[in-house]
């Protein structure tokens, strides 16, 4: 069974495009979602206070997810260290899960941050999604209600998309001109063959 990655910047649309192939039924892992379940589980809550104190907890005792992304997306090394405990715990569970696909021609792992975090080597071929640079913003900005200084201050820690495009082996344009659907199947069908 074949692995591929799918991924995008902030806002690119790459939940969407992973939608689309769940409807044309591909198994879609998504790397993002379950990175932010392991912040829920106890013994990642103690590393995460010990490192960057308790000012990241709700008055509930959860991980408050903006208070951490505040710290480490202003700090490199400290989003280094939140990634290197994410990271190894992503790779083990899309291991687990795809040992449960069955009778699918391939499987889809989808990351933000596929490439920066190398993770791309890990599968058979990798698919970006494109987006132009303000419409980006402009959908963070409203998806999440933040100001565009904090979505620069995000996207600053990817890769431009231009970089990323050297390493992609098929790219699904999300402007919101361009027809996704045909250009899902295309792909689809040159996986299937491939």
């Known amino acids: 069974m074949k692995r591929i990655g799918l991924t995008g910047g902030i806002g690119t649309g790459k939940s969407t495009i992973a939608r689309v192939f769940e409807i044309i039924g591909i198994p879609v892992y998504h790397a993002d979602i379950r990175a932010k379940d392991f912040l829920e589980e106890e ?15 709700t008055p509930l005792h959860k991980v408050d997810r903006q208070a951490l992304a505040a710290i480490v997306f202003g700090d490199k ?18 291991s687990d899960w795809c040992n449960l696909q069955k009778d699918v021609p391939y499987v889809m792992h989808e990351a ?36 565009r200084e904090m979505v620069l201050a995000r996207t600053g820690k990817q890769w ?21 659907l045909p250009q899902v199947l295309a792909i689809h069908q040159k996986i299937i063959k491939g």
């Open 160 to 180: 431009p998309q231009g970089q990323k495009q050297e390493l992609a082996d098929y790219i699904i344009v999300n402007d919101e001109e361009s027809l996704i």
């Open 112 to 147: 933000a941050i596929l490439f920066e975090s190398g993770f791309n080597r890990l599968f058979d071929a990798n698919i970006l999604v494109t987006a132009p640079e303000e419409l980006c913003i402009s959908r963070v900005m409203v998806r999440n209600g933040i100001t």
């Open 77 to 94: 090394s400290k989003l280094d260290i939140l990634n290197n405990l994410i990271h190894p715990l992503v790779e083990t569970d899309f």
């Open 43 to 57: 013994e990642m809550i103690l590393q995460l206070t010990t490192l960057f104190g308790k000012t990241i907890l």
